[in-house]
């Protein structure tokens, strides 16, 4: 690397899922103006930029997941001169912009789709999709066992008799990227947006996009469903996708040439190690690629040294930095997480939460934070049935990893829904209920009172910024006793994290910088993290 300071390597990025975010005209959907409108917010929280949610056209079968056109903004959310004001605010403030792009699958209402279950089999149409015929006696099983990870057959049939592959919902079809048509397509797509000033893109599914060529049948076709993840090695990660990523960085390097300002590509990679993981941020592929093994980690310290210590040795070992991350629009939120299986009150989850977001802004590398995160919020695990909107429940009838419950619009302010969520007439409802207890985790409250997660989140984003020890740079593993993890970061800054629920001599002695909850001089209570300076 050169000596020049790369912005997006030790970046801390807010996502934004816009729906649920801060809704401007009261139709109970958040929109672009609405992120307009809390950028201020994000700017006083410290965050160097946002990655924004799906906004295009899309008939929102999976939330904007299902794009019909790549190029636009669906009225749901405003329109392409509303995300010019957007981007305005947002270069006004120095906040970069990422938007998400969805190259794996289209809308079943994409042009290119609906041309091609009008055209006949065998056809310059079908060949952009995965059109296929059955097997058995007149074609009427699926042409393989595929599952979609949203449960059921990963193939439709059209009325010709063909079927086409949908890894994910049918109103989701899957691009055949072994024609370069789609390429091409997508090439445009990226330069549309980047001359409209975007700072990057998270690329969903990153590592799917190429199938094996042949289709086979899979020795576990059920294994994408069963844990709502890509793991099928016939349909995810094959190796003709990295020279995608290779064509899209040179395309970003283009521009950066142009006006010397680089933009980021982060992928949504979900591979089975951290070594194979590493292959997606060579110097010349993507840039980062979220290391989801620490939000997937439970809460244990040899379980979080074990996943830290292979994304340093293999994935920084490629000259790249890892991108960590601890909750998303697709994941129960951590503070829910981490409490399970106590009970409610225990406050174990909410106290871990706090810590592990310590741990992480402390690691060398990106941070990503989801939304609502920096309020504490936990999961919504009690929306009724008839409000869901996931469909992998609609596809399943199962509520086993839902993800409407991480989704619920923010609280802003007041004591009773929508909590400022939206600027609409009286009785305006929010698109997900928001509980009652929402109350509890306004903003508004959240910054008055200094206690709050958005004051932990807040402090610990301004230490980050303000000491040369955070961001890029080695780690050192300190000796600790059992259930403790602690390291040192550049000319002596400590971070330790108790993972246990009894109090340990602190690793450091003095007041630290910053901790996760109360933290006297020479003890580190449980389920607790702290900063501190040391002469170590």
Known sequence: MSSKHHWWRDAVIYQVYVRSFLDSTGDGIGDLAGVRAGLPYLKKLGVDGIWLSPFYPSPQHDHGYDVADYRD????????????????????????????????????????????????????ARARFHFADGRGPDGAEPPNNWHSMFGGPAWTRVDDGQWYLHMFAPEQPDWNWRNPEIGAEFDQVLRFWLDRGVDGFRIDVAAG???????????DPEADARTRDSVNPLAWNQPEVHDVWRHWRAVCEEYTARDGHERLLVGEVSVPTAREHARYVRPDELHQAFFFDLLSAPWDADAFRKVISEAMQDIAGT?????????NHDQIRTVTRYGEPHPEGSGLGPARARAAALLMLALPGAAYIYQGEELGL?????????????????RTGSRARIRDGCRVPLPWSGQASPFGFTSGAEGAKPWLPQPSYFAEYAT????????????????????RAALPQLGEGPLTWLDTPPGVLAFVRGDGLVCAVNFTTVPTPAPVSGTPLLASGPCPTGVLPGSTAAWWMSDL
């Not at 996009?209 to 020795?219: M, V």
């Not at 936990?378 to 409000?387: A, F, I, R, S």
């Open 209 to 219: 996009l190429f199938k094996h060529p042949e289709l086979p049948d899979s020795d």
């Open 444 to 463: 508004d409250r959240a910054l008055a009172d200094t206690r709050s997660f958005w004051h932990l989140y807040r402090d610990g984003l301004q230490l």
């Open 378 to 394: 936990p999961e919504v695990v009690d929306l009724p049935d008839d409000v869901l909107t996931d469909p992998i429940f609609h």
């Open 319 to 327: 000259g790249s930095t890892v991108t960590w991350v601890l909750n």
């Open 73 to 124: 903004v669906d009225p749901l959310f405003g329109d392409l001169a509303e995300f010019e004001q957007l981007m305005a605010a947002a270069r006004r403030l120095g906040v970069k912009v990422l938007l998400d792009i969805v190259p794996n699958h289209c809308s079943s209402e994409h042009p290119w789709f609906r041309e091609a279950l009008a055209a006949a089999p065998g056809s310059a």
